[in-house]
């Protein structure tokens, strides 16, 4: 299996555009989180999903931010409008619980700037 | 909810010496208690992991201890290498269906 893909690596936008992030998770896994890194807050969970339900959403920041997962293998991350201070590492992670196995596997995040 | 705090930020040792990064939580119903290590520019990497019915657990260089009783728990990593520079992120979650709060995570620079 190739892991968490996230596209895309890198993104820079201007202010008040529309910004789409991307998660393919792990085959198989039916938990899929989406977490943000800065340097202030460290890794912030934003929202996870549960078999492409969303569980709990309280820790998007803003109704700017909206998560989909439509399908076992994809879930979007969207932020509009975009602001500076949004500016950010996305990570995406899955993993499936299985008896003690609980490991996390993440994606290779998305650097996001915004302008 | 579960608030996990971890200390040093910044932790600075000589080749060959120890490095020690402690945590702690507030839900004293956490019972699963991973470590994640971060290179520059990386996905964050799980390196050992420990559960309440534990109170330590090594893996070559690397061990982890927790203490229930007091809420913390700490990763030991011994004969440091120039490798082991990276960012360490604790964390703590309850059981594998809650998702794991992370510290705020520490730069560990390891000087040849």
């Known amino acids: 299996d190739a892991g968490v893909i996230q596209s895309p690596r890198h993104e820079v936008t201007e202010m008040g555009q529309e910004v789409t992030l991307r998660c393919k998770p792990i085959?198989?896994?039916?938990?899929l989180f989406w977490y943000r890194q800065t340097m202030m807050r460290g890794l912030e969970l934003l929202i996870y999903?549960?078999?492409?339900?969303?569980?709990?959403d309280s820790g998007m920041p803003e109704d700017r931010f909206s998560a989909k997962m439509p399908n076992a293998s994809f879930s979007t991350l969207k932020i509009q409008p975009s602001e500076p201070r949004d500016s950010a590492v996305y990570f995406c992670?899955?993993?499936?619980?299985?008896?003690?196995?609980?490991?996390?596997?993440f994606g290779s995040g998305t650097q996001l700037s915004v302008l | 909810g579960e608030n996990v705090e971890q200390h040093p930020s910044t932790l600075s040792v000589q080749e060959g010496d120890s490095a020690v990064i402690k945590c702690t939580y507030s839900?004293?119903?956490?019972?699963?208690f991973p470590w994640y290590k971060q290179e520059l520019g990386k996905r964050p990497q799980l390196i050992i992991d420990?559960?309440?019915?534990?109170g330590e657990k090594k893996d070559q260089r690397i061990a982890v201890t927790l203490n229930k009783t007091a809420k913390h728990f700490s990763l030991h990593i011994t004969e440091t290498q120039p490798e082991d520079s990276a960012v360490y992120f604790c964390?703590?979650?309850?059981?594998?269906?809650?998702?794991?709060?992370f510290g705020k995570g520490t730069r560990l620079s390891v000087i040849a």
């Open positions: 964390a703590a979650s309850f059981s594998g269906n809650t998702p794991l709060v």
């Open positions: 420990i559960r309440s019915n534990v």
């Open positions: 999903f549960n078999n492409n339900v969303p569980i709990d």
């Open positions: 992670a899955s993993n499936l619980v299985q008896g003690a196995n609980e490991k996390l596997f």
């Open positions: 839900d004293s119903a956490s019972n699963y």
């Open positions: 085959s198989g896994h039916d938990y």
